[in-house]
Nanobody, 119 residues
């Protein structure tokens, strides 16, 4: 059974930073990818970034390119998302999700971690 655990959210001032973690278990080998998404109150879920555990490939949405950085640690089966600098509009629940490299859709989701950017 594939399981994901997202952590690292919190309250931060505008211009500050956070590092989110997504720990993954249940995949055999490294032929999978982890994506980060967020959903703000009253808005649709937004895809932010993804990381391929197989080859380290990355992708960023235009809305976060240059501010957020995704990375992965195969030994720890963990993917990180560094958020910096944060803006008030980054306030949302952040989710990580996993899919096999051959799959188009993210089939496995973590529980989400809340990021609040405010003075």
């Amino acid at each position: 059974e594939v399981q994901l655990q997202a952590s690292g959210g919190g309250l931060v001032q505008p211009g500050g930073s956070l590092k989110l973690s997504c720990s993954v278990s249940g995949f055999t080998g490294d032929d999978y990818a982890i994506g980060w998404f967020r959903q703000a109150s009253g808005r649709e879920r937004e895809g932010l970034s993804c990381f391929s555990m197989r080859d380290g490939g990355t992708f960023y949405a235009n809305s976060v390119m240059g501010r957020f950085t995704i990375s992965g640690d195969k030994a720890k089966n963990t993917v990180y998302l560094q958020l910096n600098p944060l803006k008030a509009e980054d306030t949302a629940v952040y989710y990580c999700a996993a899919k096999s490299s051959a799959s188009r859709n993210y089939n496995f989701w973590g529980q989400g971690t809340l990021v609040t950017v405010s003075n």
